[in-house]
């Protein structure tokens, strides 16, 4: 199984910064099987990214996917007030697909 | 476009059944899955089922413990879940895949459903 280990574990941020969430797989990904979620206490988790880099319907252009093999990165180019939330990356590339952690995007 | 119920309260060893109705895309043609999250912790996978039913996934956690179903003419997806513990007690997500297939893009999600074990 695909362990992915994000990091920091919590982020403090000022809107208008630049925020930078690291996943490090534990193997390499298949192909470009990586995807990214924002989740919102009592809200439905989000799909912000998949296939390392294609957003999906309705994201912002500020919210980037890159990385390949073992390390990916997911790179909020100006955070804005809604952006602060609880951030996942997730590997679908070999089953079990596997999530992160997490890391915590908060208000500084 | 997806709505969890069935949630509650079970004593360890119980049993609970979730359903998730969909509406606004063609549910047969699309793959579903449970995700669960547990108080403090993060996103984990629990089950998935292919659009026709045919074929199904569990993570090693519930193997054994859940069944995943669906009723294509209800638009519903059930998860069926005996021999709870607390490690089971988590909002428990429903979410549609990308294809009738199991493929792992999950989106949209619904707001979840409370399980809690407890006695």
């Known amino acids: 199984e695909i362990v992915l280990t994000q990091s920091p574990g919590t982020l403090s941020l000022s809107p208008g910064e630049r925020a930078t969430l690291s996943c490090r797989a534990s193997q390499s990904v298949s192909s470009t099987y990586l995807a990214w979620y924002q989740h919102k206490p009592g809200q439905a988790p989000r799909l912000l990214i998949s296939?390392?880099?294609s957003r999906a319907t309705g994201i912002p252009d500020r919210f980037i996917g890159s990385g390949s093999g073992t390390d990916f990165t997911l790179t909020i180019s100006r955070l804005e007030p809604e952006d602060f939330a609880v951030y996942y990356c997730q590997q679908y590339g070999d089953s079990p697909y596997s999530f992160g952690q997490g890391t915590k995007l908060e208000i500084k | 476009q997806l709505l969890e119920s069935g949630g509650g309260l079970v004593q360890p060893g119980g049993s609970l059944r979730l359903s998730c109705a969909a509406s606004?895309?063609?549910?047969?043609?699309?793959?579903m899955t449970w995700v669960r999250q547990a108080p403090g912790k993060g996103l984990e996978w629990v089950s998935a089922?292919?659009?026709?039913?045919?074929?199904?996934y569990y993570a090693d956690s519930v193997k054994g413990r859940f069944t995943i179903s669906r009723d294509n003419s209800k638009n519903t997806l059930y998860l069926q879940m005996s021999g709870l513990t607390a490690e089971d007690t988590a909002i428990y997500y429903c979410?549609?895949?990308?294809?009738?297939?199991?493929?792992?893009?999950?989106?949209?999600w619904g707001q979840g459903t409370l399980v809690t074990v407890s006695s």
């Open positions: 089922l292919s659009g026709s039913g045919s074929n199904t």
């Open positions: 296939g390392v880099s």
């Open positions: 606004g895309f063609t549910f047969t043609n699309f793959a």
């Open positions: 979410a549609k895949d990308f294809r009738s297939t199991y493929y792992g893009r999950f989106d949209p």
